[in-house]
């Protein structure tokens, strides 16, 4: 079972798939987060396989650890690559 989309938020935020009809590393985060606040993580990762390390990664700014610098360090290299092969595949 799917998470409802609310119908007050557009289907698509993202300017980057607005003008080209392609994924950026970010799409479908909104929806992966809602599913896994419903504790549907398969479908959570369908929908952005990094969601987990983003929310990690969001996590993480309310704890001030040195970890944190390099966790978003490899985050933003994960979410940049993982863009990429979004774009090329």
């Not at 504790?39 to 929310?55: F, T």
């Not at 490899?74 to 990429?84: C, D, I, K």
């Amino acid at each position: 079972m799917s998470v409802p989309w609310p119908h007050w938020i557009p289907s698509h935020l993202c300017l980057f798939h607005s003008l080209t009809g392609l994924d950026c590393p970010l799409c479908g985060m909104t929806r992966a987060v809602l599913a896994m606040a419903h504790g549907r993580w398969h479908e959570a990762i369908r929908y952005n396989a990094l969601s987990p390390l983003g929310v990690a990664m969001l996590a993480t700014l309310f704890w001030n650890h040195p970890i944190r610098g390099k966790l978003w360090t490899a985050g933003l290299l994960a979410f940049g690559t993982y863009g990429v092969w979004r774009v090329l595949a």
